[in-house]
């Protein structure tokens, strides 16, 4: 365990990338099975523990620490697990942490009553960074600027290998990865993985830049579709439950049953999950009801139902497809859709235009009217390369809506940012009252970050725990792909991906936007 | 106890004299030679003979109008005040004020540590009936490690990047000479380059009898020379183009901070070394409850943890809100004081 937290520390204070995959190469080549593998799935957040949780973690640490105390700690410092390391109040225990494989099946096996017991026992020793370690293994809320991806890499280093290949097996392995780490070090061949159980890297797009990109691209050579707001997906078709991936290869099935149990046939496509009812498009507020939870309700299921806009194929039965131009494959998928009739599944249509001036008219009145959040280009000769490849699918998204917005509340924030107060809640005039529309995060450089900071200490009104009421002065110009009606906020208005464009230290409050200003923003959808 | 004889900016009443103040003064009372404490400007300044010549070095010899230097442990009667110093144990110098007037005793502390220290006259436990404590690191997650475990930390870097400069980042004053002191006392015997901000006061710790080992200057020196080597430089010169002339420096620093690894982060410090010339959480309730004092006041830091602490033991506690004044964003004047979030290197 000592050799892991000084691996985590190491990733977590290295600001080089490159000296993070040598770091991680060497622990690999120096560290043994199974413990490496437990390592990388820690990395990778493959793993979890059914009974080892934040809240619990808090409960014993609230057991030793005047609860008061431990809220002021954790204000300051910002990571929960950071705080629970360093308050530890025992040292007396002088022998190292078990390893990681056995702390991991501790974790596993410890009957739920005795867990706190044992935590607290593992706490008490004398190294803060081995216990900040071990509240980062419970938890599993690493927080230290590595990717599953930085791993992955990583891996292709160690191993001699391209990232692709990783990629390519990586969703058909489980931890503690001892035969990937067998082929890596050339005792065996590549893990044996069945194709329809697993997941396919994803073919991204880039962003158009539209004075440099367009005049050399030609029309004719491209498919348009409209940018669905969604989250993409990929759905494996084959036989038994379909398996359903998010675009980072996460198994996102158990909260889609309405999808996985409707859907038949055998292929791997890769579309847009929205909700609606008779596949019509409801808000990203609406689907948003149905993200981030594991396990989907009735309640959503009725009100909010799940279906996928299908707009590429990767493989068409057993047949892998992706080497073939995207109007080859456009073609497979069109046919099996009439082949195999589904109720959870459409096909995203294609939009025809002549020139590009065409479609930025089109572009901008799918806007206006149906709040789609620009178009896709796609190079119709192109074959399906995972990756964020150059010059084969384009991203062109419409303008983003601005308006001038009052500074109201800032919180501290997390992790690079704690104890910054770098969360910023923003309103707009509503008469002589000003009334909150939307929360920024980002948008604004480190050295703007200091500054906003050291104005929120200077212009505090009130403190409410980590929040701070600020007098109503500064300007912030916010942009915003699109504004929503809602429930939750008290304007009734919701703006969809807002950020800071602009800090306006110049422009009096009296100018910002009126809550009418933003009304009429508000999609037609 | 009776109505405290100090008043809550740290005047003391019956002799119109400040201590630590931040506005020039007619008569101040400095506790030590950090820039949040020690100020030019005054008319007549009382400090410990370190800290005087602390004082003129940093900010001239006519800092102040005139200087009184008091030896520790030595009793000084002003208009009825009995003024008496005791080490801190914070930096050379650096000193606690005891004042008995009508068979009231006040300590103010300063800056102050109960840790080792080679650099600093050792800490000196001392009775009183209200105790002024700083609380620099006045929270619970604040406790310091062991100094030396952290330096070892530092020689061992070195043995492992053998190519890479290591560059400690420590303020000029108490903690530069302190970080050398324990690089030697770990063993390291090589000579130890610095960033020129470092110069005078490493000669003048020299000069009050703190050997160093073999100094040298980092500016000139050739980048080869400096690989592998270990260079002592102010926090604002790690991310100053001053530090693009070393061999793919590791990023240390030293400070009590430190401890937060999410701050170490922020400050783009690889190699953070938790070393603090502050007390740590245990020892300022261990200070509190040996002292005797009934009634603590608290300042410089977070004084709401300490406060809510003090109540909770039946103490009488406030917190002082002294406004520390504020110096350029990079170095807050030569301490850790500043909050790192506030824009400062700490």
Redesign the interface.
């Known amino acids: 365990m000592k050799r892991f937290a000084e691996l985590l ?1 190491l990733l ?4 080089s990338r490159n000296r993070k995959i040598a770091a991680l190469s060497t622990y690999f080549s120096d560290v043994p099975d199974p413990d490496r593998g437990y390592a990388l799935a820690i990395l990778t957040g493959a793993l979890s523990f059914k009974n080892v949780k934040p809240a619990m973690l808090r409960e014993v640490v609230l057991e030793e ?2 609860p ?3 809220a ?2 954790y204000d ?4 929960l697990g ?2 629970i390391a ?2 530890w ?1 025992h040292q007396e225990t002088a022998e190292d942490l078990p390893s990681l494989t056995k702390l991991i099946d501790l974790f596993n096996t410890t009957p739920k009553a005795d867990l706190p017991r044992l935590i607290a026992a593992l706490l008490t020793r ?1 190294s ?1 960074n081995e216990r ?1 370690a071990l509240v980062k293994l419970a938890t599993g809320a690493l ?1 230290i ?1 590595v990717s599953a991806r930085l791993a992955k890499t990583a891996l292709a280093d160690y191993g001699g290998k391209e990232l692709q290949d990783i990629e390519e097996v990586w969703h058909g392995l489980t931890p503690p990865y001892g035969e990937l780490f067998a082929w890596l070090d050339g005792k065996t061949g590549r893990p044996e993985i069945n194709h329809t159980a697993r997941f396919h890297p994803l073919m991204l797009s880039n962003p158009i830049d539209e004075d440099k990109d367009l005049a050399k691209l030609a029309p004719s050579e491209f498919a348009a579709e409209w940018k669905w707001d969604g989250i993409r997906v990929q759905l494996i078709l084959g036989s038994g439950r379909a398996s359903l991936f998010s675009r980072t290869g996460d198994d996102i099935a158990a909260a889609f049953p309405d999808i996985v149990d409707n859907v038949s046939g055998e292929a791997v496509l890769d579309g847009e999950l929205l909700v609606g009812h008779d596949l019509m498009p409801a808000t990203f507020n609406d689907l948003q009801q149905r993200l981030n939870r594991k396990i989907a309700n009735q309640k959503h299921l009725t009100d909010f139902p799940a279906f996928i806009r299908v707009y590429d194929m990767l493989f068409d039965g057993q047949n892998d497809i992706r080497s073939l131009p995207w109007l080859e494959r456009r073609r497979h998928l069109a046919g099996w859709l009439q082949a195999n009739p589904q109720s959870r599944l459409d096909l995203s249509t294609v939009i025809p235009f002549k020139d590009w001036d065409e479609l930025a008219r089109i572009r901008r009145q799918g806007a206006d009217e149906h709040g789609h959040e620009g178009v896709m280009l796609k190079l119709m000769s192109s074959p399906y390369v995972p990756g964020r490849p150059k010059g084969l699918w384009f991203k062109w998204k419409r303008d983003p809506n601005v308006l001038d917005a009052i500074l109201m509340y800032a919180q501290r924030g997390h ?6 107060y770098s969360d910023y809640t923003f309103g707009v005039w509503k008469g002589n009252e000003i009334v909150p529309i939307g929360k920024a995060y980002f948008g604004f450089t480190d050295e703007e970050l ?1 500054r906003l ?2 104005w929120v ?1 200077a212009h505090t009104v009130q403190a409410f725990g980590p929040v701070r009421e600020v007098e109503k002065q500064l300007v912030f110009e916010v942009a915003f792909d699109s504004a929503q009606e809602s429930k939750r906020h008290k304007s009734g208005v919701a703006l969809r991906f807002p950020r800071i464009n602009r800090i306006r230290w110049d422009k009096p409050a009296a100018e910002a936007a009126t809550l009418a200003d933003v009304e009429l923003l508000i999609d037609a959808t | 106890m009776a109505v405290p004889f100090l008043e809550r900016n740290l005047r003391i009443t019956p002799i119109d004299t400040f201590i630590d103040p931040p506005q020039p003064r007619a008569r101040a009372i400095i506790t030590h030679g950090h820039a949040d404490h020690a100020r030019s400007g005054h008319d007549a300044v009382l400090a410990t003979p370190d800290t005087v010549a602390i004082m003129k070095t940093r900010y001239g010899e006519n800092c102040a109008r005139s200087f009184q230097a008091l030896e520790f442990g030595q009793p000084l009667q002003i208009d009825g005040v009995t003024v008496t110093l005791y080490p801190a144990g914070h930096i050379l110098g650096s000193a606690q004020v005891l004042l008995e007037y009508k068979g009231q005793r006040i300590v103010v502390t300063g800056d102050y540590k109960r840790l080792h220290d080679r650099t600093a006259q050792p800490f000196e436990l001392v009775q009183c009936d209200l105790l002024v404590t700083e609380a620099t690191f006045g929270l619970p997650v604040f406790q310091h490690p062991d100094p030396k475990a952290e330096t070892s930390r530092l020689l061992r870097s070195l043995s492992q990047e053998p190519e890479r400069s290591h560059v400690v980042g420590c303020y000029a004053l108490g903690k530069a000479q302190r970080m050398i002191s324990l690089i030697r006392e770990c063993g390291y015997h090589d000579p130890i380059y610095l960033h020129g901000a470092m110069v005078r006061l490493c000669d003048l710790y020299e000069q009050h009898g703190v050997p160093l080992g073999e100094l040298r200057q980092a500016t000139g020196t050739a980048k080869g020379e400096l690989a592998g080597k270990i260079i002592i430089a102010p926090p604002s010169a790690l991310k100053d183009r001053w530090s693009r002339r070393l061999a793919d420096p590791v990023l240390a620093m030293a400070s009590g901070w430190m401890s937060v690894k999410q701050r170490a982060r922020q400050s783009l410090v690889e190699l953070p070394l938790v070393i603090s010339d502050h007390c740590d959480w245990n020892e300022l309730r261990q200070t509190i409850a040996e002292c005797g004092a009934e009634t603590i006041w608290v300042t410089h830091g977070r004084e709401d943890a300490l406060v809510y602490y003090c109540q909770g033991q039946g103490l009488i506690a406030e917190p002082l809100n002294i406004q520390a004044y504020e110096d350029g964003p990079e170095d807050a004047g030569g301490d850790e004081t500043g909050d790192a979030a506030e824009g400062r290197a700490a």
């Open positions: 520390e977590a204070l290295t600001p620490v005047d008061n105390l431990f002021m700690s300051y410092v910002g990571d950071e705080t360093l308050i109040p004398p803060t900040w927080r600027g992790g690079k940012r704690s104890s910054y200091r900071d050291k200490r």
